[in-house]
């Protein structure tokens, strides 16, 4: 029988991480527009709000029914806004691993979104779903997206080299695919000890602008 995830909302002292709904719909085309978004992910470009409603009614829903992951709106608990996702993929069930992933809409970058969100996840995986491993993997030059990793405890395992594909403007104002390496990264219940008391020495999760 495949094991799947709940229907869960997770609650941080900012943050509600909830299932995706129709209501989204708008901010997440406009989220996933965005030009940092579209060099980093394989997301479509353009991406449209059908695009969207496809992705919440249909895609979202699948890769949990399957057991393969969970895609979660990061919300603004006092405004409810969506400010970002984060999504669990190729999860493996018999050895309690999952791969983790965030993007931050550019409207909420600069506010620590991602580690408070990708932190709350793994607290949740480790504790209710006795999960023993998250991975992540960043593209070689995504800083930001590494600092987040690094905070929330992670520790760097190696280099899959030229294993990445990211997206570059060319002159004439199209993509075109450029390969680099993926840093590989791990946390287990172990490493987060400390972790939210290392964020919150940082003044509330405001370091630095992560968004992916």
Partial sequence: MTST?????????????????????????????????AAWTDVPQPFTEAGARTWIGEYAPTEREAGRGLDLAVTEFLTQRLVGIVQLGKTNWHIRSTELSYVI???????????????????????????????????????????????????????????????????DGTWTDARTDFIVWSLLPEDLEGAGEQLADTGGFTSYADWN
């Avoid at 909302?9 to 708008?26: A, F, K, N, Q």
């Avoid at 590494?146 to 405890?153: H, T, W």
Wanted: hydrophobic share 40%; proline share 4%.
């Fill in 105 to 171: 809409a550019p409207w909420a970058r600069g506010e620590g979104y991602a580690s408070e969100a990708a932190l709350a996840t793994a607290q949740w995986l480790f504790g209710d779903q006795k999960f023993e491993r998250i991975e992540l993997r960043t593209a070689a030059d995504n800083t930001a997206s590494q600092q987040v990793a690094q905070k929330i405890g992670c520790i760097s395992e190696g280099v899959l080299r030229n294993a990445c594909i990211v997206h570059v403007r060319t002159d």
């Fill in 5 to 37: 995830f709940p229907n869960i909302s997770i609650s941080t002292e900012r943050l509600v991480l909830r299932p995706l709904d129709e209501d989204d719909v708008p901010a997440l085309a406009e989220m996933m527009n965005d030009e940092q978004v």
